[in-house]
């Protein structure tokens, strides 16, 4: 259970910097290469790995550890 608040937490924080950055959801999914549908399972804490990770933080143009921060 608590593996499943930190993965919503860190969804959280992408979604806080894909709006902080003016980036929609379509255009961080569009530069990630992915679909939209993968992008909001992501945002909800889903499928993210630590290279999705790194990946996510290039998207939206931040230091991969300010999504793990708490």
Same mark, same amino acid.
């Given at each position: ?5 930190? %993965?919503?937490?860190? *969804?959280?924080? @992408? ?5 902080? #950055? ?18 909001? %399972?992501?945002?909800? *804490?889903?499928? @993210? ?5 790194? #990946? ?15």
């Amino acid at each position: 259970m608590e593996s499943k608040l930190k %993965e919503a937490k860190l *969804g959280k924080k @992408i979604h806080h910097y894909h709006r902080q #950055k003016a980036i929609s959801q379509q255009q961080a999914a569009d530069r990630y290469g992915c679909s939209l549908r993968w992008w909001q %399972e992501v945002e909800h *804490g889903r499928n @993210i790995t630590i290279l999705v990770l790194f #990946k996510v933080a290039e998207v939206l143009g931040v230091e991969a550890w300010l999504l793990l921060k708490a």
